[in-house]
């Protein structure tokens, strides 16, 4: 069955730094999602991704965040400077778009990012 | 703005045995989205069941069935004849209708017994 991938699974980076998230998600997929989750809290949503543009994000997503699709196969989340708070677990996930919203995404297996 | 509440952090069942967990959601909008999501440890989110708000049947998916009750605003799931693999994290989750983003509940963590 398709998988969405995200690499790497646990990623350790010190406050201020820069990192990149990855994701590929499934081929014919046209919809791409990032979440994230802080450790014994919910699932928030971040953003949406669409035909090359940000559809929805949430305020959580400010200008420290940005998404891009490179290469048409992968998925990015960059964070310009971390901070300790940004330390959660990020998923990553596609949905087709043939098919209704109800159908529901396909998540990646996520990766976890600590600040320190 | 919409909520979804899971009010049972941790729940522990028998195998064979029947499970129920809770979801409690809050909406003004009257089409919308439900799904439970499974999380086995160290592994993705995939889909265990959905239903659509319009619809009054509650879903099936083999051993796996909803109870939703729209005027209560309540989502629960059933798990039949509970197996080991069935432990995980579960998460309730909502989405407009016109929206594709998911509203997550905090998850409850079930541990199935031999």
């Known amino acids: 069955e398709p998988e969405v991938t995200q690499t790497p699974s646990h990623q350790v980076t010190q406050m201020g730094q820069e990192v990149i998230l990855r994701c590929v998600p499934i081929?014919?997929?046209?919809?791409f999602y990032w979440y994230r989750q802080i450790l014994g809290q919910k699932v928030e949503f971040l953003v949406s991704?669409?035909?090359?543009?940000?559809?929805?994000k949430s305020e959580i997503f400010d200008d420290q965040f940005s998404v891009e699709r490179p290469d048409g196969s992968n998925f990015t989340l960059k964070i310009r400077s971390t901070k300790l708070e940004d330390s959660a677990m990020y998923f990553c996930?596609?949905?087709?778009?043939?098919?209704?919203?109800?159908?529901?995404?396909?998540f990646g297996s996520g990766t976890r990012l600590t600040v320190v | 703005a919409q909520t979804v509440t899971q009010s049972q952090p941790e729940m522990s069942v028998q195998e064979a045995e029947t499970v129920t967990l809770s979801c409690t959601y809050d909406?003004?909008?009257?089409?919308?989205?439900l799904f439970w999501y499974k999380q086995p440890p160290s592994r993705q989110m995939i889909l265990v069941i959905r239903?659509?708000?319009?619809?009054?049947q509650n879903a099936t998916e083999n051993r796996f069935s909803v109870n939703f009750q729209k005027a209560a605003k309540s989502f629960s799931l059933k798990i039949s004849d509970s197996q080991l693999g069935d432990t995980a994290m579960y998460f309730c989750?909502?989405?407009?209708?016109?929206?594709?983003?998911?509203?997550f509940g905090t998850g409850t963590r079930l541990q199935v017994f031999p």
């Open positions: 996930a596609s949905r087709e778009g043939a098919t209704k919203i109800s159908d529901g995404y396909t």
């Open positions: 081929s014919n997929h046209l919809y």
């Open positions: 991704f669409y035909n090359n543009e940000i559809s929805e």
């Open positions: 909406t003004s909008e009257s089409n919308y989205y």
């Open positions: 239903q659509e708000a319009y619809k009054q």
């Open positions: 989750a909502f989405s407009n209708y016109n929206t594709d983003k998911l509203i």
